[in-house]
């Protein structure tokens, strides 16, 4: 038989005392645990306000100036020769208070931010570019004129300066690579003139790139509009990690998707600007393109990784004993994923630098030290050409290509230096690979698997080496109209 515990009625009275209090209590720690955790996850703070009142002194409203000539033609008006034409200009004249050769003044509107206490304001180039007066609105009250220091157009990225006689409150750069996807962020600005605003979002992605070499944009979903441009983005610490410069809409208006250019890309700009008044990138001096797996599989690369050199001009990499047709894996101890983080990477580097560059060559890596040129210097460099023997003409069809070897005729033709070589693709059977590849009549292929063409047979000795080798695909370097790209052209049977 079962024994049941009964409590004696002092017991009893007890424990409907301590009960409620401990239902009370777990509940509350409960609730509490539960809080704690929402909050880890959510990472949103109660307020924007304190960090809205904390940086709001550093953020400025700029005003631009430009003169703009007027037009005094009577455009769509009246045929030019008409007997109307006198007629209409008169009118025009009138209404424009009979000063229709007077130039007018154009405004425009933009945000900026100050970085020093002695008045160095960062902003977007686009805002400032080519005004004849820049003044500066301070949030706490008051205006000064502002001049360049520099600009760097690849970034949009421009460097004020206003002379005042006391300090001015400022922000600091934070890392934007510590940045991450769902991270709290705020903004502020001039958005559509409208004065200093205040707008609040996250980091919805990172390494944006638009359409510049340099571009590392973080994309949020903070309202950012017309009038922003030039404006700061802001972490939960106050630091500034991007500047906001574009927007993605259809109607001209936030929908969501912002751009601000990264605070590591904007430091290095900002701090050239400030020491030579210009930007000082470095330079390797090779053209590139991307390995795609059909390119790694040619050359036998294990992935597809690095940035493959389509050509050499005179310069720091030629020096070095860079070729065409190595892959670019390692730069200054910096591993190389593709094109885009190699320039970048070379671009952040100092002028004049001996770095470590290490390629993959003939199935092989090796380790070249180069010393970099200077980018601005370098942006009018012509690739150097490689100079071929002469032989006989000869032609052929293979892998869905007819080629022939150059002769006088083609070369005026295809309007060729006198140093061009390799062969020439007369015809493409337009449901061949090489016609997928974009291969074209009158494209020049000057390698073949890494090798020199000086004749038909040179090309087929590599195709045939290809396929003893196992491979499915052979690399061809093919230059239309002076660009080399690299094509992996499948070794279809035949």
């Not at 390799?422 to 074209?440: F, N």
């Given at each position: 038989m079962s024994q049941a515990i009964v409590l004696s009625q002092d017991k009893q009275d007890e424990t409907r005392k301590v009960l409620p209090w401990t239902l009370a209590m777990g509940l509350s720690v409960a609730l509490l645990l539960l809080q704690t955790m929402s909050a880890a996850a959510r990472g949103a703070p109660e307020s924007f306000a304190d960090l809205a009142e904390k940086i709001s002194p550093a953020v400025v409203n700029i005003t631009t100036s430009t003169t703009v000539a007027r037009n005094t033609a009577p455009r769509g008006v009246a045929p030019e020769g008409s007997p109307f034409e006198e007629f209409f200009r008169e009118f025009q004249d009138r209404n424009r208070g009979g000063n229709g050769d007077r130039p007018r003044r154009s405004s425009a509107l933009g945000s900026g931010f100050v970085i020093s206490e002695d008045?160095?304001?960062?902003?977007?180039?686009?805002?400032?570019?080519?005004?004849?007066?820049?003044?500066?609105?301070?949030f706490e009250g008051g205006e000064l004129p502002a001049k360049v220091i520099g600009t760097d157009p690849n970034t949009d990225i421009a460097l004020l300066k206003v002379e005042t006689d006391k300090p001015l409150s400022f922000v600091s750069f934070g890392n934007s690579d510590f940045s991450r996807v769902g991270d709290w962020v705020m903004a502020m600005g001039n958005p559509l003139g409208q004065g200093f605003s205040v707008s609040a979002g996250i980091v919805s992605a990172r390494n944006r790139a638009l359409s510049g070499s340099y571009d590392d944009y973080i994309q949020t979903d903070a309202a950012i509009n017309r009038g922003n441009s030039g404006g700061p983005l802001f972490n939960m610490d106050g630091d500034v990690i991007g500047v906001n410069t574009a927007i993605l809409s259809p109607n001209g208006g936030s929908i969501g998707i912002g751009f601000s250019m990264a605070s590591n890309v904007v430091v290095n700009v900002v701090d050239q600007l400030k020491e030579f008044g210009e930007t000082r990138r470095g330079w390797l001096g090779v053209r590139i393109q991307d390995v795609t797996d059909d390119v790694a599989e040619a050359i036998g690369l294990e992935n597809a990784a690095g940035a493959l050199v389509t050509d050499v001009p005179e310069g720091p990499s030629m020096e070095a004993g860079i070729k065409a047709g190595d892959v670019i894996m390692s730069f200054d101890g910096k591993d190389v994923s593709d094109t885009r983080s190699l320039v970048k990477t070379v671009g952040n580097t100092q002028v004049g630098k001996a770095v470590r560059v290490i390629v993959f060559r003939d199935g092989k890596t090796e380790t070249l030290k180069v010393t970099l040129g200077r980018r601005e210097e370098a942006e009018g460099a012509v690739p150097a050409s490689q100079p071929a023997a002469p032989a006989a003409p000869s032609k052929t069809e293979v892998l869905g290509l007819t080629i022939s070897e150059i002769?006088?005729?083609?070369?005026?033709?295809?309007?060729?230096?006198?140093?061009?070589?390799?062969?020439?693709?007369?015809?493409?059977?337009?449901?061949?690979?090489?016609?997928?590849?974009?291969?074209?009549?009158?494209?020049?292929?000057t390698e073949a698997g890494q090798q020199k063409l000086a004749s038909v047979e040179d090309l087929t000795k590599q195709i045939e080496a290809a396929r003893e080798a196992g491979r499915k695909s052979l690399l061809l370097l093919v230059r239309r109209a002076g660009d080399p790209r690299f094509v992996a052209l499948a070794l279809e049977e035949g």
């Open positions: 008045g160095f304001v960062v902003t977007n180039n686009h805002v400032i570019d080519g005004a004849d007066e820049i003044l500066i609105e301070f002769t006088d005729e083609l070369r005026d033709q295809l309007d060729l230096t006198d140093s061009a070589s390799g062969l020439v693709i007369q015809d493409v059977v337009e449901t061949s690979k090489a016609y997928e590849k974009g291969l074209r009549a009158g494209d020049l292929i």
